[in-house]
């Protein structure tokens, strides 16, 4: 096998032939961080560096591991300098995934197929640049074939920019996180959007409530919560509202049970709507203060938290009625649950665990997120992959999903542990089929779909 040809990551002539059936489907991103905006007035890139390093926190991180100066990171450096630092780290990322998404970007979008280093990085720049200068926002999401992008959206977002643009639906999502124990600036942002004054928590949730509806009719049919840890404790709404009154002075057992309480009424919210929602958990965020001071959030100072104890997870999803729980994906930024977790989605209607997230983004950690799903849930109803990304060049990360799913059937396929006429369908859905299904149950999502799928 010569480097990184057309049959990477597929180590049988089986899984070459499953990964043809879904190499080329459209993608759904039903969670990503990209600006609606950028993609509203098309935006051009200056060059390379621009495209690559302007906002990727996972290219920051290894650049900082290999002892690159942050004046090349998210310094002020021109991006030539800060791509040709990159370049120059790129041979120390054996099996790093940042590796497998640059060499995928290279040659399925440059037709560059040599190694990035410090020797050929200026070369490769110009080659790069020379071909993003004639290019645009929408040519990069049209040659991806993204025909959703779900961008995480604050409740009190105008949403102007939403909407389809060239050959993509841009879709909000519904993300509440500052609302857990908002400051007034928040509240004060949230009451503008719907034109009244904010002041108590049966007027915030209110709001959310009517933005939610706002959110819909934009097509949002997915919402997303990041926290570190499910409510250990369940309150009343006597005891949320006295909280709420001295948010400003709460400890963090105290911030934990007006979260849960705050989510616990959002999930009953999201099945009236008909929004699915994302959870995301074990994370630990801005862990470097010094470097957060300097750089801000999303920058690459947060790490995989404590495993979440499974049966607050139970508990959280055993709190609603089966009738009155919505659609929910379960992320995990520390893995080492999955088995627990997967076994808990069993138990109750309509959860199920999300794609390999982040940090587990992997080839291992993809391997052992299809494994545990395969073995302890049911792999057929996964949404696949997704990017979490800032940076347009992220939808690689699809790619390398897509790889890796079809050398994990086909290893069953071959040993005749699974019927060869079952794959192509299992993996249309789980790289497409399933999202779609999940978008189009909202009209105003369906109907863009449609659209740009003319």
């Known amino acids: 096998m010569s480097y990184f040809d057309d049959s990477v990551l597929l180590c049988s002539d089986t899984a070459k032939k499953l990964y043809r059936t879904v190499n080329d489907l459209p993608i759904i991103d039903c969670h990503s961080h990209l600006d609606p905006k950028a993609i509203a007035e098309n935006e051009s890139f200056s060059d390379i560096g621009e495209l690559w390093l302007a906002h990727d926190h996972y290219k920051w991180r290894v650049m900082r591991l290999c002892g690159v100066d942050e004046h090349f990171i998210t310094g002020n450096a021109p991006y030539r300098e800060k791509f040709r630092e990159f370049a120059r780290i790129m041979p120390m990322l054996c099996g790093n995934p940042v590796y497998y998404f640059s060499q995928i970007e290279l040659k399925q979008f440059f037709g560059i197929t040599e190694p990035l280093c410090a020797e050929n990085a200026d070369a490769v720049y110009e080659k790069c640049s020379e071909a993003l200068s004639a290019m645009r926002v929408s040519d990069v999401l049209e040659k991806y074939r993204v025909q959703v992008a779900a961008t995480t959206d604050d409740p009190a977002d105008t949403l102007e920019y939403h909407g389809l643009h060239g050959k993509t639906a841009v879709i909000p999502t519904f993300r509440p996180d500052k609302y857990y124990c908002p400051d007034d600036a928040a509240l004060k942002r949230l009451g503008d959007s719907v034109g009244r004054s904010v002041t108590d928590l049966s007027g915030m949730l209110d709001a959310l409530t009517e933005r939610l509806e706002f959110f819909v009719s934009k097509g ?168 979490d990304s800032r940076s347009f060049a992220g939808y690689s990360r699809f790619d390398f999903f897509r790889r890796i799913l079809c050398d994990h059937t086909a290893e069953l396929v071959m040993r005749g542990e699974y019927a060869r006429q079952h794959a192509e369908k299992l993996l249309y859905d789980v790289c497409y089929g399933n999202a779609l299904a999940l978008a189009s149950r909202n009209p105003a999502a369906a109907k863009m779909i449609e659209e740009v799928s003319l």
């Open 220 to 387: 949002c049919f997915m919402s997303d919560h990041g926290f570190e840890k499910f409510p250990r404790k369940y309150i009343t709404k006597s005891r949320a509202e006295g909280l709420f009154a001295r948010r400003d002075r709460l400890d963090g057992d105290e911030k934990n049970e007006l979260f849960g309480y705050i989510l616990s009424y959002m999930m009953r919210r999201y099945k009236e709507y008909g929004v699915t929602a994302q959870l995301h958990f074990s994370v630990r965020r801005n862990v470097n203060r010094g470097m957060f001071a300097k750089t801000g959030p999303d920058a690459g100072f947060d790490v995989i938290g404590d495993p979440e104890e499974p049966s607050y997870v139970e508990k959280f999803l055993a709190s609603f009625d089966d009738g009155e729980r919505p659609d929910i994906v379960l992320y995990t930024l520390n893995d080492t649950v999955l088995r627990a977790l997967a076994s808990i989605s069993g138990a109750f209607p309509r959860v199920r665990i999300g794609a390999a997230w982040w940090f587990n983004d992997t080839k291992l950690g993809i391997r052992r997120t299809l494994q545990t799903v395969s073995e302890y849930a049911v792999l057929g109803t996964s949404i696949g992959m997704l990017t």
